[in-house]
């Protein structure tokens, strides 16, 4: 599958968005043991870190969720389900705006383990928009894909994660339909 890598922490939700690959049909994180895995080697949580099924079946709303706001990042209406589960998750990580002594403003979890660790993500979007690249961040608007995707476009109108694979393949569908249609039936 395409790369598309997104800039800095943001690549972090890219990454976690990704572990589920629809052409593949594969999933990264299937449990509790794989997601604790995860998020330590993403520098998000402790290795020795409890995560129970409850913190799975979390996770995995979370990157639904955030899959859902990448696809309306390139142009599906999505509803409000997306912004509602992310609020939720927020609320458990117990977000926060924190001063630096600079005066700068970052927004960080309280809570810790899973919930802290989803809260981390969510901060990098919250980061991500307030710097003007979260709108850039999508999902693959190809339903057999929905991979996670940084528009790198000039003018941010890519819709497929690679144009060689998905948008062929949506070229390909498109030309079928218009031109292999059955005919139609006289009687």
Not at 141 to 147: E, G, S, T
């Amino acid at each position: 599958m395409a790369s598309n890598p997104a800039p800095g922490e943001l690549e972090l939700v890219r990454a976690f968005v990704n572990t589920w690959d629809a052409d593949e049909g594969t999933e990264s994180i299937p449990g509790a043991g794989e997601l604790r895995d995860w998020l330590a080697e993403h520098g998000l949580l402790d290795a020795g870190a409890r995560v129970t099924a409850a913190d799975h079946r979390q996770a995995i709303a979370v990157r639904e969720a955030l899959r859902a706001l990448m696809l309306q990042n390139a142009g599906l209406d999505v509803g409000p389900d997306a912004g509602a589960a992310l609020d939720v998750a927020a609320r458990r990580a117990k977000l926060g705006v924190r001063f630096a002594a600079d005066g700068g403003v970052r927004t960080e979890p309280e809570a810790g383990g899973v919930a802290g660790a989803l809260g981390r993500l969510l901060a990098i979007v919250a980061a991500a928009q307030d710097q003007g690249t979260w709108k850039r961040l999508k999902a693959c608007l190809a339903d057999d894909c929905q991979w996670g995707f940084y528009d790198r476009s000039r003018n941010r109108s890519a819709v497929w994660c690679d144009m060689r694979i998905c948008g062929n393949r949506q070229k390909v569908r498109s030309y079928r339909e218009r031109h292999h249609r059955p005919p139609a039936l006289h009687g």
